[in-house]
């Protein structure tokens, strides 16, 4: 797109009135949902406008939510020692308060904000009485509802079955809607997905100026990856596969230009949130900021959600020095991949290393750990650096990605001579070797490294952990939390825990300790939310 508009579909819906009972004719000058949708370029400019809802408008929205949600695995900490952690700790901490988290409220609040706007638009682009060829309006109607089986898709992972508001409801209407299973949350979404898949253009038919618009492509992929979700390995593999044959995308040669502002919805980029720099608004990835150093000069971030020692075990363990060099900065290191102005960044910080190295505290934040994937290149920020001023985009579905969950289908079903040579692709890549020779249960296990090693920290992590069975027979996330998993005793024991995570416990390296299988496998309904339906929503078990 020319340029993404925030939250723009909302600002339309708010201004638009219908005329009081008493009134003969719409005041004069008012837009109404009856005659807003008047013009080709009117329906447009809605659907463009439902776009913003993939990360509304500021940093705490949505994108808080997603790190908190990377929180709740074994790549990530809290971070931030300095301020209260409050916000997250009951869900990070598997506390049983979940309900209040006010992130997740959020999260859930707008995620049906965005779903409102996308509801309006299908309908009233379906109905509207206007020159506009079918071609055209199928596929306004088909970004709308690809955005609202995104959307659903979001919230069926985190929480459950959710309500499905499929139309323009009363708010008594709305109140009184109970939830609806998992299967029927599913059934809605890929119904979305399939219009989408079927009106929807290829990427390489898009024009430059409607490059980040839905594709026939990023309905294939999210499609696929939600019938992974559910175990559905034939309808997966066959999706997934007819993504792979249309040979739309392919990986970057270069793993680290998939965070490179430069190689913005490149080959790679099934779907990515997009965003452009504007000194006068609020227009950027907030990620830089958020998740950003702490108490390093004037490149302060907030450093809320910053990776582990554990996960930097994992990338030592492989030998993955390529992607573990694209995905941590480390207090010391003496470069920053794709930073050209590592001297520049250092001086900043006023050299607190003393030795020309990169400087994070290991008191401010519970490791001196950030993110690289969401570091933003001293050249490629702009002349404001804030939470809502950086110009990176994000991605949200990249082929790798694609690739990883086609194999991982494929082994389910038996089918290891075609899965292999997948991830060995994505290894390849990262100068790793090929896992051709892998069958069964031991390709299996390496599909799901490779999954955490490709990546991390892009949110994709909790879903993974909560889906896979391991061979004990439980979830894979009950192997990592409680009093008995794996990261919890890792940073627990002294002589397996890294130094200076064991050394600051203003965030307690047992986060993780209180994980119950009986309730933790999703996240509480907001109980905001069940309040406003009256009990129409019931709580997910366990909370």
Same mark, same amino acid.
């Given at each position: 797109?020319?340029?993404?508009i925030?939250?723009?579909?909302?600002?339309?819906?708010?201004?638009l009135s219908?005329?009081?009972?008493?009134?003969?004719?719409?005041?004069?000058?008012?837009?109404?949902?009856?005659?807003?949708?008047s013009t080709?370029?009117?329906?447009e400019?809605?659907?463009?406008?439902?776009?913003?809802g993939?990360?509304?408008?500021?940093?705490?929205?949505?994108?808080?939510?997603?790190l908190?949600?990377?929180?709740?695995?074994?790549?990530?900490?809290?971070g931030?020692?300095t301020q209260?952690q409050?916000?997250f700790?009951s869900?990070?901490?598997?506390?049983?308060?979940?309900?209040?988290?006010?992130?997740?409220?959020?999260f859930?609040?707008?995620?049906?904000? /965005?779903?409102?706007?996308?509801?309006?638009?299908?309908?009233?682009?379906?109905?509207?009485?206007?020159?506009?060829?079918?071609e055209?309006?199928n596929?306004?109607?088909?970004?709308?509802?690809?955005?609202?089986?995104?959307?659903y898709?979001?919230?069926?992972?985190?929480?459950?079955?959710?309500?499905?508001?499929?139309k323009?409801?009363?708010?008594?209407?709305a109140e009184?809607?109970?939830r609806?299973?998992?299967?029927e949350?599913?059934?809605f979404?890929?119904?979305?997905f399939?219009?989408?898949?079927?009106?929807?253009?290829?990427?390489?038919?898009?024009?430059?100026?409607?490059?980040g618009? /839905?594709?026939r492509?990023?309905?294939?992929?999210?499609?696929?990856?939600?019938?992974?979700?559910?175990g559905?390995?034939?309808?997966?593999?066959?999706t997934?596969?007819?993504l792979?044959e249309?040979?739309?995308?392919?990986?970057?040669?270069?793993?680290?230009?998939?965070f490179?502002?430069?190689?913005?919805?490149?080959?790679e980029?099934?779907?990515?949130?997009q965003?452009?720099?504007?000194?006068?608004?609020?227009?950027?990835?907030?990620l830089?900021?958020?998740?950003?150093?702490?108490? /390093?000069?004037?490149?302060d971030g907030?450093?809320?959600?910053?990776?582990?020692?554990?996960l930097?075990?994992?990338?030592?363990l492989e030998?993955?020095?390529?992607r573990?060099?694209?995905?941590?900065?480390?207090?010391?290191?003496?470069?920053?991949a794709?930073?050209?102005?590592?001297?520049?960044?250092?001086?900043?910080?006023?050299?607190?290393n003393?030795?020309?190295?990169?400087?994070?505290?290991?008191?401010?934040?519970?490791s001196?750990?950030?993110?690289?994937?969401y570091?933003?290149?001293?050249?490629?920020?702009?002349?404001?650096f804030?939470?809502?001023?950086?110009?990176?985009?994000?991605?949200?579905l990249?082929y790798?990605?694609?690739?990883?969950?086609y194999?991982?289908?494929?082994?389910?079903l038996?089918?290891?001579?075609?899965?292999?040579?997948?991830v060995?692709?994505?290894?390849e890549?990262?100068g790793?070797?090929?896992?051709?020779?892998?069958?069964?249960?031991?390709?299996r296990? /390496?599909i799901?490294?490779?999954?955490?090693?490709?990546?991390?920290?892009?949110?994709?992590?909790?879903?993974?952990?909560?889906?896979?069975?391991?061979?004990?027979g439980?979830?894979?996330?009950?192997?990592?939390?409680?009093?008995?998993?794996?990261?919890?005793?890792w940073?627990?024991n002294e002589?397996?825990?890294?130094?200076d995570?064991?050394?600051?416990?203003?965030e307690?390296s047992?986060?993780?300790i209180?994980?119950?299988?009986?309730?933790?496998?999703?996240?509480?309904?907001p109980l905001i939310?069940?309040?406003r339906?009256?009990?129409?929503?019931?709580?997910?078990?366990?909370?």
């Amino acid at each position: 797109m020319k340029k993404y508009i925030i939250m723009a579909s909302i600002a339309i819906a708010a201004s638009l009135s219908s005329c009081n009972d008493f009134l003969d004719e719409p005041a004069r000058g008012e837009q109404n949902l009856d005659n807003f949708f008047s013009t080709q370029e009117a329906c447009e400019n809605y659907v463009t406008g439902c776009y913003g809802g993939i990360v509304q408008d500021d940093w705490w929205q949505v994108y808080n939510p997603w790190l908190e949600m990377e929180m709740c695995t074994e790549n990530a900490w809290m971070g931030n020692c300095t301020q209260s952690q409050d916000d997250f700790r009951s869900l990070v901490a598997y506390m049983p308060n979940g309900q209040d988290n006010g992130p997740s409220s959020n999260f859930y609040q707008y995620r049906y904000k /965005a779903i409102f706007n996308t509801n309006i638009a299908i309908k009233y682009i379906s109905e509207a009485n206007i020159p506009m060829s079918d071609e055209i309006r199928n596929r306004l109607v088909a970004e709308a509802r690809f955005l609202r089986g995104y959307y659903y898709f979001e919230l069926v992972k985190v929480y459950g079955g959710v309500p499905l508001v499929t139309k323009l409801l009363t708010p008594g209407e709305a109140e009184g809607q109970g939830r609806a299973t998992i299967e029927e949350t599913y059934n809605f979404i890929a119904n979305d997905f399939r219009f989408a898949i079927k009106h929807l253009p290829q990427k390489s038919a898009q024009s430059e100026s409607e490059m980040g618009r /839905a594709t026939r492509g990023a309905a294939l992929g999210l499609y696929g990856k939600a019938l992974v979700y559910q175990g559905k390995w034939k309808q997966a593999a066959d999706t997934l596969g007819l993504l792979v044959e249309e040979g739309e995308y392919d990986l970057n040669p270069d793993y680290g230009d998939n965070f490179n502002p430069e190689y913005k919805n490149g080959m790679e980029s099934v779907f990515e949130v997009q965003h452009m720099y504007n000194e006068n608004y609020n227009l950027g990835c907030p990620l830089g900021v958020i998740a950003g150093n702490r108490g /390093a000069g004037d490149q302060d971030g907030w450093a809320w959600g910053i990776p582990t020692a554990y996960l930097e075990h994992q990338f030592k363990l492989e030998g993955d020095n390529v992607r573990l060099r694209w995905t941590i900065i480390k207090n010391g290191d003496k470069e920053i991949a794709g930073e050209d102005d590592f001297a520049a960044i250092v001086e900043k910080q006023g050299d607190k290393n003393e030795d020309g190295s990169y400087y994070i505290s290991n008191t401010d934040l519970k490791s001196p750990r950030i993110f690289r994937k969401y570091y933003v290149p001293l050249k490629d920020r702009g002349v404001k650096f804030d939470q809502t001023h950086c110009p990176n985009n994000w991605p949200i579905l990249r082929y790798s990605d694609v690739l990883l969950l086609y194999a991982e289908a494929l082994n389910e079903l038996g089918l290891d001579a075609q899965a292999a040579p997948l991830v060995s692709k994505v290894r390849e890549r990262v100068g790793l070797g090929e896992v051709d020779h892998l069958t069964g249960d031991e390709l299996r296990q /390496a599909i799901r490294k490779e999954r955490n090693l490709e990546l991390a920290g892009e949110f994709h992590h909790l879903f993974d952990i909560r889906r896979w069975i391991d061979t004990n027979g439980k979830p894979v996330v009950a192997n990592l939390m409680g009093p008995d998993g794996k990261f919890v005793k890792w940073n627990t024991n002294e002589e397996t825990a890294d130094p200076d995570e064991f050394a600051n416990q203003r965030e307690q390296s047992d986060e993780g300790i209180n994980f119950d299988i009986n309730r933790d496998m999703l996240w509480p309904i907001p109980l905001i939310e069940i309040e406003r339906s009256h009990g129409a929503i019931v709580q997910n078990p366990g909370w």
